[in-house]
């Protein structure tokens, strides 16, 4: 099954940036779909962003719309996440998933899951 490494965590201050990766092992990536969600302590996984491999359509979370742009490049089977804008309440683990089924935010329609990327934003 493939594989997702997420990189690219890390402290930054309120209105800062970042930029996280998703790598996926083989040589392409053969899903439908790779997704970003988050889970802060002591809350559920929610949906952050997903995006379509072959097409590129994308949905978010309408807490991170205008803020977060998901992309992928095909070539190197990696999605990103850039955030801009950080909020506190943006503090959290970040994941990566692929699924086979449609573009959804639920987290139970992915089955293939990344080990997570802290992403700390202080005040």
């Known amino acids: 099954q493939v594989q997702l490494v997420e990189s690219g965590g890390g402290l930054v201050q309120a209105g800062g940036s970042l930029r996280l990766s998703c790598a996926a092992s083989?040589?392409?990536?053969?899903?439908?779909?790779m997704g970003w969600f988050r889970q802060a302590p002591g809350k559920e996984r929610e949906f952050v962003a997903a995006?379509?491999?072959?097409?590129?359509?994308?949905r978010y979370a309408d807490s991170v719309k205008g803020r977060f742009t998901i992309s992928r490049d095909k070539a190197k089977n990696t999605a990103y996440l850039q955030m801009n804008s950080l909020q506190p309440e943006d503090t959290a683990v970040y994941y990566c998933?692929?699924?086979?089924?449609?573009?959804?935010?639920?987290?139970?329609?992915?089955?293939?899951w990344g080990q997570g990327t802290q992403v700390t934003v202080s005040s």
């Open positions: 998933a692929a699924t086979n089924s449609r573009l959804d935010p639920r987290a139970s329609m992915y089955d293939r």
């Open positions: 995006i379509i491999w072959s097409g590129g359509s994308t």
């Open positions: 083989g040589r392409t990536f053969s899903r439908y779909a």
